[in-house]
């Protein structure tokens, strides 16, 4: 699965290394301190993205979930985990960008 990463991303990344060091390298440590796999650390980040309504993060953990070993369906479920928590609204928004690569997916093609 190829990943595409997002032009401002990769400008704004370039533009200050030291903060995006420091930032994935705390992603790292959070993602080593405990026993969770990555599969399950990506589903979490995936219900967390869609709680602050963040496309760009459920397009990312998504994809990142699938590449650790998830399925479609539990990514789907990992949302739908979340309606009586973040809401109904929340929800399907996060269903219907989670699908922009669940969908490519299941097509066969790259995801974005």
Known sequence: MSRRIPGFYL????????????????????????????KTVHLVQLAAAAAVRSEGSVHSHAR???????????????????????????????????EDVLGETEKGKPTK
Do not use: M, N
């Open 64 to 98: 990142r979930a699938l590449e650790a070993g998830a399925t479609l369906e539990e990514v789907r479920h990992a949302l739908l985990c979340v309606t009586s928590t973040i809401g109904f609204p929340s929800v399907t928004a996060a269903l219907s960008w989670a």
């Open 11 to 38: 400008k704004v990344k370039k533009q200050y290394p030291q903060y995006f060091s420091a930032v994935e390298a705390l992603g790292e440590a959070a993602r080593q301190a405990g026993p969770l796999d990555p």
